[in-house]
C-alpha cells in the first residue's frame, strides 16, 4: 500500500463487487459519502449526499459519522474539515485540485487585500483553506448574488477569485466589486460559436449557462444560475431540450431527475470534444473510494490556526443563507 502519489496505490481483487464492498466498509467503519455533481455517474450513484459546494457544506455541518468522505476536489475536503474538525475527513484523490483555487494564492490576495484596506473580502468557496482564513464572508454560486445584496449599497468589496462570477453579479447588482482576476479552467472554454450552432440544430432548445463562464457566453442563456438552480429549472421547467453550459457531470442527474428531457453539453472550443469535462473531478473513481475506504486515507487536515479563521466566514455564508 502506498500513497506517496496522492491517492492509495494497492492492489484490489478483480473479483470483487465495488459497489458492494465500499457500502460494507461504509457501514462497518459509521462513514459517509459526500460526492460532488461533477463526479462521475458511478461516484454520485453511490454517495449518501450529492449537490453543488453549497449543500456539500450545509450537510457536513449536521453529520454525526465518524468517517467523512468527500469525492469532490481538494478545497471541497478541506471546507468539510474546517466545519468538522474533529471527524476524519478523507478525500480519494488529493491531487483533485481546482484551477480556480490555484488562480489566487494566499500570499498574493493577502498583498492586494492590504493595499486596499477599506474594503470587505468576499471569497468564492472555490478556494483554499488559506484564501478563506482571508476572508469576511465567503459565497457560493448559488448564494453570491444573496449574500452581496445584503451588505449596504455603498460597502467597497474586493471579490475573488473568479473575476467572470464578479462581473456577473456587478452587471446584476449595479455594484463596482473590485475583482480578483482568476477564472475556471472548464468554464473558461465554452466555444460560444459551437453553442449557436447548436442552438439552430435544436432551436427549441433552452440554453442554461453556470456564472462562472464568460459574459459572451452568459448573454445566449435563458438561465443563468449554479448547478442546484440550473438542476431546478430544468427538472420544473415544461421545456424538454436543453443546451448545458457548465461540467458535464450535473448531466448525470439531470438525466435522472428528468427522464423524458434531452439535456445536450455545450461543447469546448477544443474542436475534439463533445463537452467540457473538469479533469481534477474525474480523478474520484470506485477504486480510489474503495481504497480510500479500506486504509482511510489519504486524510485531509487543516492547520488548527487556519481552521478557527476561516470557519467564521463559511459560518456566516450559512447563516446569511437560511
Known sequence: MNVDKGYVEAPIDKSLD???????????????ILA??????????IADFIGDSLALAQIAERLDNDIIVMCGVHFMGETVKILCPDK??????????????DSCPAPELEKFIAAHPD????????TSAAVKALTDIVVTSGNAMKIINSLPADEKIIFGPDRNLGNYINSETGREMLLWDGACHVHEQFSLEKILE???QHPEAKVLVHPECPKPIRLVADKVGSTAVLLKWATESPFDEFIVATESGILHEMRKKCPGKSFIPAPPNDSTCACND?????????????????YELPEVNVDESIIDRARQPITRMLELSK
Request: with cysteine; net charge positive.
Open 18 to 32: 465495488l459497489k458492494e464492498e465500499i457500502l460494507r466498509l461504509k457501514k462497518e467503519k459509521n462513514a459517509v
Open 119 to 126: 474594503h470587505t473580502v468576499i471569497s468564492y468557496v472555490n
Open 198 to 200: 447548436l442552438k439552430k
Open 36 to 45: 460532488h455533481y461533477y463526479t462521475v455517474g458511478e461516484i454520485q450513484d
Open 278 to 294: 473538469c479533469a481534477f473531478m474525474k480523478l474520484n473513481t470506485l477504486g480510489k473510494l474503495y481504497n480510500t475506504l479500506r
Open 88 to 101: 476524519k475527513v478523507l478525500v480519494p484523490d488529493l491531487n483533485a485540485g481546482c484551477s480556480l483555487a
